[in-house]
């Protein structure tokens, strides 16, 4: 039977249109390099999905990852949380968007072993699709349209990217705790709970100093690494760990966690219930003086630090 004109039309326009499609889901999500120390890596497969922000569990984040290889559409989905595909990275660069568009990067390279780059993306970030569904445009370190290398941490680094991403999947974010009716309003101090949260304070900016200190102190508290504990360890890290070297370990991150907790706190006031308490609280971090509210829960009939919200400066 001859193919009359219109159904020939109809034809090639549904072969152009599949061959468009086919076109487009054959096209890389992004396009671009991650140089570190004089070692280029390609970069050409991207993910975005939504999950609670690293230091705030209540506040939404996106994360897109740029990444040298894959992450399957099926790992993403089998993941428990943004974590595990963070382990999962082995070169490219992790953004990370707030809700201000704020763009916090992550460089991981081969280069730079198991350590990773963190900075803020300044103007090298150019969005032409930011969110909620799509993310799309280009990330470039400073100097990289000369082809010129950034001095950053002690590596010398360069980066140009473009993608275009459809975020695939929204981990939970941890809803935002709040106060009873019959709460308890409380001043300069904050009551019990204020007292309780002075105590951690002063005891998380005390920590050991050295690491014969720690040592006493974990195995006084039944918590030298347990056999089982290496085993754990040594599967996440991909080779042995001695009991030695995670005590080394857990001393470093001992001395960070000094280093990172506020020191002369102060309650400004707040409010609290039978099980739960929001305070508003002021305290020295990371060299300046910060606000945030903390959130202490009645565990075993005592009032316990649970966490803290993202400080702001007070200057």
């Known amino acids: 039977m001859p193919v009359t004109f219109r159904k020939a039309v109809f034809l090639l326009l549904a072969t152009l249109s599949a061959l468009s499609a086919i076109a487009q889901k054959s096209s890389p999500p992004v396009k671009g390099f991650v140089k570190v120390d004089g070692k280029t890596i390609q970069v050409k497969h991207a993910i975005a999905v939504t999950g609670p922000a690293p230091f705030d569990d209540t506040q939404k984040v996106t994360y897109l990852f740029l990444t040298d290889k894959p992450i399957s559409a099926r790992t993403v989905e089998r993941a428990q949380s943004v974590a595990d595909l963070r382990k999962l990275m082995s070169g490219g660069i992790r953004v990370q968007l707030d809700d201000s568009s704020t763009a916090h990067l992550s460089i991981r390279h081969p280069s730079l072993g198991d350590d990773a780059i963190t900075t ?8 032409t699709a930011n969110g909620p569904d799509r993310y799309a445009g280009t990330l470039q370190s400073f100097g990289a349209d000369r082809n010129e290398d950034e001095e950053m941490f002690g590596h010398k680094l360069r980066y140009d990217l473009a993608f275009d991403v459809s975020v695939s999947r929204q981990f939970p974010v941890t809803p935002k705790l709040a106060l009873s009716p019959k709460a308890k309003k409380v001043g300069p101090g904050g ?19 050295t690491q014969k200190e720690f040592e006493k102190m974990l195995a006084k508290e039944g918590g030298i690494p347990t056999d089982a504990d290496l085993k754990e ?20 991150l001992v001395k960070l966690g ?10 400004l006031g707040g409010g609290y219930d039978e099980k739960l308490a929001i305070l508003q609280v002021e305290a020295d971090v990371l060299g300046g003086r910060s606000r945030t509210d903390a959130i202490l829960e009645k565990v075993d009939g005592a009032w316990t630090v649970t966490k803290h919200g993202t400080w702001t400066s007070v200057n």
Do not use: D
């Open 258 to 267: 000094s280093e990172l907790a506020p020191k002369n706190c102060k309650v």
């Open 120 to 127: 803020g993306a300044g103007f090298g970030f150019k969005p």
């Open 233 to 252: 360890m040594s599967k996440e890290r991909g080779k042995k760990v001695t009991r030695e070297e995670a005590l080394a370990m857990l001393f470093e």
């Open 191 to 209: 009551g019990e709970p204020g007292k309780a949260y002075l105590a951690n304070c002063a005891k998380a900016s005390n920590l050991p100093k």
